[in-house]
C-alpha cells in the first residue's frame, strides 16, 4: 500500500479569466483546493502550503484534520487582516497516508465540494462529503446527480475554508487494494463529467498521466466553464504480485 503513484493535471478552462484552483503532489499527501472570491487563488494555495507544512512527518488521520483546521484558521486569519482579501475562501479535499491502529491506510479529509472517488473494478464511486446546496438537496432525494450538476446554484458551497475561525472537515478512511486509482477533482470536472465518464476514462487509460491530461480534455470539450483540476493516485501492485 505505501506504493503510490500520483500525477496532476490542472487547467484554467475556456471561460475564466484565471486559474484559482491549487494542487500538490507530494510523496505521501495529495491535495486538491478551488478557490472562490476576488482572490481566490490565495486562498487555495495558502491553504494546501498551510496543509502542507502542518501535518508533519508522523501523520495520523487526527493530525491531517488537525492540519486542514490549522489551514483554515491561516486562510481565515488573512482573509480578516488584508481588506483586498475579505471574502476569500477555498474547497479543500486531501487524501494523506496514515498510520492507523491495523498498519498504514489512506485517510481523506474534505471541506467544500471538491471530490474524491475511488476507482475500483471500473466504476468511479465518490467518497467524499459535498458541503454545498445542492449536495444535500441530492442527499434528501429532492434533486438527482446530473439535475445537480447543471442546477443554477451549483456553487453555493455550505461550508468552506477561510470563511470562520474554526471548521470541521469530513474524514473517511479508505483502504485500497493493489491496482486500485483514486481521483481527487475540483467541480470543475464532475459538473462537466458524470461519474460513469470518469470511472470509464480512469479505467480504460492505464497511464495516470495520459488519464489526467485525458480528464482535463473531455471536461474542456464540454465547455470547460471552470478551473478543472485532477489528481490521479495509483496503488501500485507489490513487486511479487507482478505479471511473469
Ligand atoms: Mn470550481
Known sequence: M????A??????GRVRESNQDAVLVDEDLFVVADGMGVRGEIASLLA???LRASVGA???????????????????????????????????????????????????????????YLIQGGTAQCITTDDSLVGD??????????????????????????VGPDVQPHLVRVDPASGDRLLLCT??????????????????????NE?????VRLANSRGGSDNVSVVVVDIARPPEALPE
Open 187 to 208: 467541480d470543475g470536472l464532475f459538473n462537466e463529467l458524470d461519474e460513469g465518464e470518469i470511472g470509464s476514462v480512469l479505467s480504460s487509460v492505464k497511464d495516470p
Open 2 to 5: 505505501t506504493l503510490l503513484t
Open 48 to 50: 494546501v502550503e498551510v
Open 137 to 162: 438537496l441530492v442527499r434528501a432525494g429532492e434533486l438527482t446527480e446530473s439535475e445537480a450538476r447543471t442546477h443554477p446554484q451549483r456553487s453555493i458551497l455550505t461550508k468552506a475554508l477561510g
Open 58 to 116: 508522523i501523520r495520523t488521520s487526527a493530525s491531517l484534520v488537525e492540519a486542514c483546521r490549522e489551514a483554515n484558521h491561516a486562510v481565515w486569519r488573512r482573509a480578516e487582516t488584508d481588506p483586498e482579501l475579505a471574502g476569500m475562501g477555498t474547497t479543500l479535499t486531501a487524501i494523506g497516508v496514515v498510520t492507523g491502529t491495523g498498519g498504514k491506510t489512506l485517510a481523506v479529509v474534505n471541506v467544500g465540494d471538491s471530490r474524491a
Open 211 to 215: 488519464a489526467a491530461v485525458e480528464l
Open 7 to 12: 500525477v496532476a493535471a490542472s487547467d484554467i
